[in-house]
């Protein structure tokens, strides 16, 4: 029989500071803490790499998106330039019944004309002028009618 023996006083509070027991138990929380941070940092990891794939997806998309509209821009700006080119300009100008204008004439602040005001000389290679409906007849067309609010 091997009892241990009962301490008194100051040796009692210095003996309960000691573990008394198998130092299984302490250590059984310890791995558990240890497995749950390990398994809660692999799917932190998991769920990162997620994103970040996701967001690499989206980047991509974007990229293909942004090539198709500059692609896009410079079409519209090709025909922009074609459109406003000087020999366009002309070409519409004659087509529409315009004349290039003479040298201009200034009306100065006092009311004094100042050049010598002429009108502008016939295009000979204009055919007779075109009537104005064939050429924008949406200008010429009557506005839809305004809807009216009964007991207004």
Known sequence: ??????????AARLARL?????????????????????????????VLNSALSEGAF????LQKETKSLTDEE??????????SAPEALQR??????????GDPAFLDP???VRGVPAPAPADVHQTAVQ?????APE???????????PGR
Not at 1 to 10: A, N, Q, T
Not at 18 to 46: E, K, M, S, Y
Not at 58 to 61: K, S
Not at 92 to 101: I, W
């Open 18 to 46: 000691f573990p008394t027991g198998r130092g299984q138990a302490a250590r059984t929380p310890f791995v558990l803490l240890v497995v749950l941070l390990l398994g809660g940092g692999l799917i932190g990891l998991l």
């Open 58 to 61: 989206r980047l991509d998309d």
């Open 110 to 112: 006092d009311g004094t």
């Open 1 to 10: 029989m091997s009892r241990k023996p009962e301490l008194r006083g100051r």
């Open 74 to 83: 410079q079409a519209l700006q090709r025909d922009v330039d074609a459109y």
């Open 92 to 101: 519409r100008a004659r087509d529409l019944g315009m004349v290039p204008g």
């Open 139 to 149: 200008a010429f067309a009557t506005p839809p009618p305004t809807p009216t609010i």
């Open 131 to 135: 009537d104005p409906l064939v050429l």
